[in-house]
T-cell receptor
Framework: DAGVTQSPTHLIKTRGQQVTLRCSPK?????VSWYQQALGQGPQFIFQ???????QRGNFPDRFSGHQFPNYSSELNVNALLLGDSALYLC?????????????FGAGSRLTVL | GQQLNQSPQSMFIQEGEDVSMNCTSS?????WLWYKQDPGEGPVLLIA?????ELTSNGRLTAQFGITRKDSFLNISASIPSDVGIYFC?????????????FGQGTTLQVKP
């Protein structure tokens, strides 16, 4: 049973560019959350998608946007990249009902902005 | 906003020793969770706590949900080399939403064989 898969694993971009990160949730999960983890810090909640809609958002600018597809997979888009956007981006999936905060994380996409 | 203070920031211990780390919050949480992250991986859930005062074990790991609902601790008994990693506490409020967790800064554990 595959867990959460993310792609790409690593990527390098320059300031001002745009990036798209992808996530496939664990089988049986219908909810996807995205987190940003800066070096040496804990993950910070970006937003959550359920039924193809953004349900909750953390304290991130609207340069950060997302999408969820009918098969529950999700994308995170970041526009106008800044140096400070360099981080590990984690996707986490859960079952909407009964998960009680239990998330399954992917290994992340490491973004470097030069 | 909500913040979690996790301590200590790092620990370097001898194999076989017991470990204790804790997490405090300025806000009340209805759920406390402990995750472990290995290099190059995402966090993996160790223990979830849902009730104030609850004490839960998972093998050599024991965690407690503080009575005030503003703190939690994690103990690891008889540490082994594979316990090396970063341990994160995380809190969830009672909004019913499953995805938004507030994470601490992490405790880095190193175990000397």
């Amino acid at each position: 049973d595959a867990g959460v898969t993310q792609s790409p694993t690593h990527l390098i971009k320059t300031r001002g560019q745009q990036v798209t990160l992808r996530c496939s949730p664990k089988s049986g999960h219908d909810t996807v959350s995205w987190y940003q983890q800066a070096l040496g810090q804990g993950p910070q909640f970006i937003f959550q998608y359920y039924e193809e809609e953004e349900r909750q958002r953390g304290n991130f600018p609207d340069r950060f946007s997302g999408h969820q597809f009918p098969n529950y997979s999700s994308e995170l888009n970041v526009n106008a990249l800044l140096l400070g956007d360099s981080a590990l981006y984690l996707c986490a999936s859960s079952a909407r009902q009964g998960a009680r905060g239990v998330l399954t994380f992917g290994a992340g996409s490491r973004l470097t902005v030069l | 906003g909500q913040q979690l203070n996790q301590s200590p920031q790092s620990m370097f211990i001898q194999e076989g020793e017991d470990v204790s780390m804790n997490c405090t919050s300025s806000s009340i949480f209805n759920t406390w969770l402990w995750y472990k992250q290995d290099p190059g991986e995402g966090p993996v859930l160790l223990i979830a706590l849902y009730k104030a005062g609850e004490l839960t074990s998972n093998g050599r790991l024991t965690a407690q949900f503080g009575i005030t609902r503003k703190d939690s601790f994690l103990n690891i008994s008889a540490s082994i080399p594979s316990d090396v990693g970063i341990y994160f506490c995380a809190g969830k409020d009672g909004s019913g939403n499953t995805g938004k967790l507030i994470f601490g800064q992490g405790t880095t554990l190193q175990v000397k064989p």
